[in-house]
């Protein structure tokens, strides 16, 4: 069975960092291709980044530069780096897994706020 455990999020400050991970179990995220989504209070869950099996990575416009996704295959975890952290980055953050798409994680709430 596939799990996927968020973790990392917290408050932040706007120009503040911080760096979530995915832990994945039940499938090996090196060969999947894994995504970052988030979900914001009264909006759609968007895909904020992917993360190939070969390493390709891919960003939403609006965190291009400042988000950046990467994996440990050793330890079976995505992980998205945030930084330069603006308000409206503010959501509930999830991993996912395109082939496994039913599959989601309880999430981690991130806030950026003054």
């Known amino acids: 069975q596939v799990q996927l455990v968020e973790s990392g999020g917290g408050l932040a400050q706007p120009g503040g960092s911080l760096r979530l991970s995915c832990a994945a179990s039940g499938i090996a995220v090196s060969i999947y291709t894994m995504d970052w989504y988030r979900q914001a209070p009264g909006n759609q869950r968007e895909l904020v980044a992917s993360?190939?099996?070969?390493?390709?990575?891919d960003y939403a416009e609006s965190v291009k530069g400042r988000f950046t996704i990467s994996r440990d295959n050793a330890k079976n975890t995505v992980f998205l780096q945030m930084n330069s952290l603006k308000p409206e980055d503010t959501a509930v953050y999830y991993c996912?897994?395109?082939?496994?798409?039913?599959?989601w994680g309880k999430g981690t709430q991130v806030i950026v706020s003054p």
């Open positions: 996912n897994a395109p082939k496994f798409a039913t599959y």
């Open positions: 993360i190939t099996s070969n390493g390709f990575t």
